[in-house]
């Protein structure tokens, strides 16, 4: 049991008497069950552990509820928030019927999306870096009774709060609308928070990078480094699980909805990605900005598939209100070295290692392992059909003329018309058994009650154009 050794010289390192078992939901937020130390032993960790998976949504009936927490002890880590030392490490779900694998966990999925590049012959490895932005607010309200529906977003760096009379004064120095894109402090409030964010992520066990103000007031980003697939998925779980914490414990309330403020930009995160053979990178070559041809193929699937891709890439119904023109949102399906309005960038690098593609539509509540293997999905589709993307656009799209703007494919513009596009459009998210036509389903059908929630539900905005017509 040498894996167990890691888990369980850990527990011994910083007496802890708590191990927190934590895996994902189909929707992306992290769950946990915490256990005590007496109950881990060789055969927890090589058996698993049972617990109720019918109050998971999405997952088993409540006549079915049995399932089993299988741990990977390569990612236990100390989690810093508890009062009592407690280890948390991930957990893969298993069906107890047939001690597999259970289809509808997202990691177990992520896994077989990698064993799935190998199996293809393509590549053995692929490297994900997602760039997650967020908001930070002071104050939080929202109600959504049948008669009384409104929320309220409050923080000290609004340009609304300009002419705000604060007890303690008000000092003036905070971003413009658009204007948060890097400026030093005091108008950047926000740079003790963010290292604090970064340096908590960096001792859970995640390479760091950097952290920076975003465009939007309030909004913001960190950098983690570029990862397998699985790894990089669950660097991007440690990554918003210390944001929400962090900002907790400085008594705010952090959020990654895409669109949180009108008028202002929204929180994207761009994905880079690439596949590796052994040691060779196989997106470098000697076509458009030194990329490969088979880094154009898997472009090309990303482009084809992308309207089924946003189901999963952009789950939510707030997700297409950043996905409009004229707010840096990547909506138009095309790609491009330079151009930023397109859906696919290719960031500039002289190392042939560095060379990958960036897929921007993407936005941070997406269920990265989910969402990661579709990607990979969609692309090693292209490379196996040899999808050709076009040529590349090396104008500013948005400001394309209308005639030459309409030849241009665009992201779903809805909820609703990414279910549909996802309806039609998954046979190749199902190749080696990825995903199950049954995950995709139930998947389907949770994405359907939110669209049907949203689309019944009287809206503020409603009532200011049409009450007294």
């Known amino acids: 049991m040498a894996k167990a050794n890691i888990l369980f010289d850990l527990i011994k390192k910083h007496g802890a008497q708590y191990v927190d078992l934590r895996f994902t939901d189909p929707r992306g937020k992290l769950q946990h069950v915490t256990q005590h130390i007496d109950t881990i032993d060789d055969s927890a960790v090589a058996d698993g552990l049972m617990f109720d998976g019918s109050s998971i949504a999405g997952w088993k009936a409540i006549n079915e509820s ?65 760039e997650a932005e967020f908001f930070v607010f002071d104050d939080v309200r929202f109600s959504t009774d049948p008669t009384d529906s409104f929320f309220k977003l409050e923080s000290v760096e609004s340009p609304s709060n300009s002419g705000r009379d604060y007890p303690e004064g008000n000092l003036g120095h905070r971003p413009r609308t658009k204007g948060g894109y890097f400026p030093v402090n005091p108008v950047d ?74 008028g202002d930009n929204g929180s994207g995160m761009h994905v880079h990605q690439s596949i590796w053979k052994g040691s060779t990178p196989l997106f470098a070559g000697k076509e458009y900005a030194g990329l490969s041809q088979t ?4 472009i090309g699937g990303i482009i084809k598939h992308a309207k089924a891709l946003n189901a999963i890439t952009n789950p939510s119904t707030n997700s297409y209100k950043r996905l409009v023109p ?10 491009s070295s330079r151009n930023r309005s397109a859906s696919c960038r290719i960031p500039y690098t002289t190392s042939p290692k560095g060379k990958r593609v960036e897929v921007r539509f993407p936005d941070p509540l997406a269920n990265p392992y989910l969402a990661y293997a579709a990607m990979l999905m969609a692309g090693l589709d292209g490379i196996r059909n040899k999808i050709d993307p076009g040529a590349a656009a090396e104008k ?56 049907d929630r949203f689309r019944m539900a009287p809206h503020p905005v409603e009532f200011d154009m049409y009450y007294s017509s």
């Not at 199996?119 to 692929?126: D, E, K, W």
């Not at 880094?295 to 898997?298: D, I, P, S, V």
């Not at 949102?329 to 095309?334: D, E, M, S």
């Open 396 to 451: 500013d799209l948005y400001h394309l003329p209308p005639k030459e703007l309409a030849k241009i494919p665009t992201v779903c513009a809805s909820l609703e018309e990414a279910i549909k596009a996802l309806e039609k459009d998954h046979d190749f998210l199902l190749k080696g058994d990825v995903f199950t036509a049954d995950l995709i389903e139930s998947y389907l059908d949770l994405k359907r009650e939110e669209w």
């Open 326 to 335: 004229g707010y840096e949102a990547p909506v138009l399906l095309a790609y």
């Open 189 to 262: 409030g926000s740079q003790d928070l963010r290292t604090e964010m970064l340096s908590v992520i960096k001792q859970m066990g995640v390479e760091v990078e950097k952290h920076h103000h975003e465009v939007a007031a309030a909004q913001h980003e960190l950098g983690i480094k570029f990862a397998s697939l699985v790894r990089s998925a669950d660097n991007t779980q440690i990554y918003k699980y210390v944001v929400h914490n962090v900002a907790a414990m400085y008594g705010k309330t952090a959020t990654f909805m895409p669109k949180p403020i009108f």
């Open 66 to 130: 049995d399932m089993i927490l299988k741990m990977d002890v390569d990612t236990a880590i100390v989690d810093p928030f508890y009062a009592e030392p407690t280890v948390a490490v991930y957990c893969d779900i298993y069906d107890p019927a047939t001690n597999e694998a259970y289809s509808r966990c997202p990691r177990s999925v992520a896994k077989k999306a990698e064993k799935y590049l190998v199996s293809s012959g393509i590549g053995t490895q692929a490297f994900f870096g997602p």
């Open 295 to 298: 880094a154009l193929y898997y």
